[in-house]
């Protein structure tokens, strides 16, 4: 209702019979589904919702699957940046914005440690990665934008690697 969609009843209890951690991952599942069907100009369907949730409870394995690469390589062309941009010293906002929401899916996809981020992207302390991560969880909670670009770097990101 929060974002004027209604899905069809079948649809719904698919969702509810598959995600049923908490409602942080319900409202996730939600956002990849009507991400991807915003992409494909299509109405969600309970065949197309199955095909995206499908492994949604063994997620962690999926996520397992990308590497630290994988991401940046996915999110460097997503902001039409090379990695090396990404991992410079240069601290432009075009490139430390996207470097930033990196960090953070970093954290948050790949539920790596914050050294091993820093050490990721260019030998960054560790503190970096940590203001990175914070910046960006508090700017998509208000900015709507910046969620559902986040939000397509991970359909894009899983859909890649499926």
Known sequence: AEKNITFPEKVLQL????????IRELEGALNKIIVFHDLKGVPPTPQSVKA?????????????????????DVA???YNLTP?????K???????LPRQV???LMREELKMSYPAIGDELGGRDHTTAMH??????????ADLKLKQ?????????YVNNV
């Open 15 to 22: 969702v509810a019979a598959t995600v049923q951690n908490n």
């Open 52 to 72: 995206i949730l499908s492994g949604w409870g063994s997620s962690g394995n999926a996520r397992q699957a990308i590497t630290p690469q994988q991401l940046l």
């Open 76 to 78: 460097s062309q997503f």
């Open 84 to 88: 090396q941009d990404i991992v410079s």
């Open 90 to 96: 240069n601290r432009e906002k075009k490139i430390s």
């Open 102 to 104: 990196i960090m953070f």
């Open 132 to 141: 990175a991560y914070e910046k960006i969880f508090k700017e998509a909670e």
């Open 149 to 157: 670009e986040i939000e397509l770097l991970r359909q894009r990101l």
